[in-house]
């Protein structure tokens, strides 16, 4: 038996070292381009949502400044059509109405030459600036550029403002070893990340998702809040060792020149007003499915809701009976264990979530819940 452990162990570590071969002999190009397909959904859609604005303003300016020529337009043309349906036309020489442009220019040569050429200049003039627009910005901008900027270095970093991190602060902080007491909070650092040269900060704009996405993956510990001098070091060390092996895997090698944090400490504490957006409910009851009795089972459960606004408390309140007869006929009979089991508790949590969501939407309610709290659960 030991015999064919160790040519298991054998042939795994024969197939890891030539899958680590074909990594290192596969072009970077390839990583690149997996990963950018693996986002493009997500970018597109961010795209998407960022032009929809801009385009509906444009669509209302366009429909706007149609309409005003258009009316404007309209408005010369019928002065022009009643002028010809009027005496005044009908009775006038129509040669001497065709030659009173050629008189006047005959009359007067020299102010005919100037409005002409002064035409001429300006259709020209404007002509060279419509199709010379960007170049004219580019050099405005320059010009207006304190002197200091033109020798002032590149730069080299991207930022985050207010990421969000999920971190650990116990007794035992520091590294993977969490003691029993560490306690999860979120955090929101500004994070600089500074490439080592212009080509490394190009890459991770290309991959400035992977990027975000491995930021908030990772595993922070801090001692103690506001975070100390050590603790932001400590994590801007742990940042940059992670990510350049991160990105190593994908045949980048070490990017990442510095990382620099700022702790953005939040206006108002998550608890302010909580207590009037929470509510309790009590006496609901589930059904238990058994296949062997027919014996009815029930388990009835109380629990509180904490809502995202008072607006949704205070119409729950007001409607508990309407709440509890949706929860009693859109629940369903759950299994004995469910109740009993913690990852049991956590389902039903987030079945209530959900049907109370449900149950604010289609009342068209403005809010939603965002945790429920089991207080008391029994069985009969």
């Not at 009643?82 to 005044?88: A, G, H, I, P, Q």
């Not at 650990?168 to 490439?195: C, I, N, P, T, Y």
């Not at 990442?256 to 108002?268: A, D, E, G, M, N």
């Amino acid at each position: 038996m030991k015999f064919l452990i160790k040519i298991e162990d054998a042939i795994n570590q024969l197939i890891e070292k030539y899958l680590n071969i074909l990594i290192k002999l596969t072009p970077s190009f390839v990583f690149v381009f997996v990963t950018w397909l693996r986002h493009l959904p997500e970018t597109l859609k961010n795209k998407i949502k960022s032009y929809v604005p801009k385009l509906r303003l444009v669509g209302l300016k366009a429909v706007g400044y149609t309409e005003h020529y258009i009316t404007v337009i309209r408005g010369y043309f019928m002065r022009f059509i009643m002028y010809l349906r009027s005496d005044e036309f009908k009775q006038k020489d129509k040669l001497i109405l065709i030659a009173t442009p050629f008189n006047y220019i005959k009359q007067y040569p020299f102010k005919s030459l100037t409005l002409i050429l002064a035409t001429i200049s300006l259709f020209l003039a404007t002509n060279i600036i419509y199709k010379n627009t960007e170049t004219i910005m580019i050099g405005t901008k320059s010009l207006r550029k304190p002197a200091s900027i033109e020798n002032a270095e590149e730069d080299l970093a991207l930022v985050f403002k207010s990421h969000k991190f999920e971190v650990k602060m116990g007794a035992a902080s520091g590294g993977h070893g969490q003691s029993a007491e560490a306690h999860e909070f979120d955090l929101f650092l500004d994070v600089r990340v500074e490439a080592k040269s212009e080509k490394d900060k190009q890459r991770l704009e290309e991959m400035e998702e992977m990027l975000d996405d491995n930021l908030e993956a990772l595993e922070l510990s801090v001692t103690q809040l506001p975070m100390s001098a050590d603790d932001l070091k400590k994590l801007e060390d742990i940042m940059i060792k992670s990510l350049n092996a991160d990105f190593k895997e994908i045949g980048y090698e070490n990017p990442i020149k510095s990382i620099q944090l700022k702790q953005v400490l939040p206006k108002r504490p998550v608890y302010y007003r909580q207590a009037e957006r929470m509510m309790s409910i009590e006496d609901i009851n589930l059904q238990i499915f058994l296949e062997d009795t027919n014996r009815n089972r029930q388990v009835w459960i109380d629990f509180s809701i904490l809502a995202s606004n008072r607006n949704a408390i205070l119409y729950l309140k007001e409607h508990t009976v309407e709440l509890k007869d949706h929860l009693n006929t859109n629940v369903e009979p759950v299994i004995p264990q469910l109740p009993v089991e913690e990852e049991g508790r956590l389902i039903i949590k987030d079945k209530i979530k959900s049907e109370i969501n449900l149950f604010l939407d289609k009342n068209k309610i403005e809010g939603k819940i965002l945790e429920v709290y089991i207080d008391y659960l029994m069985a009969s």
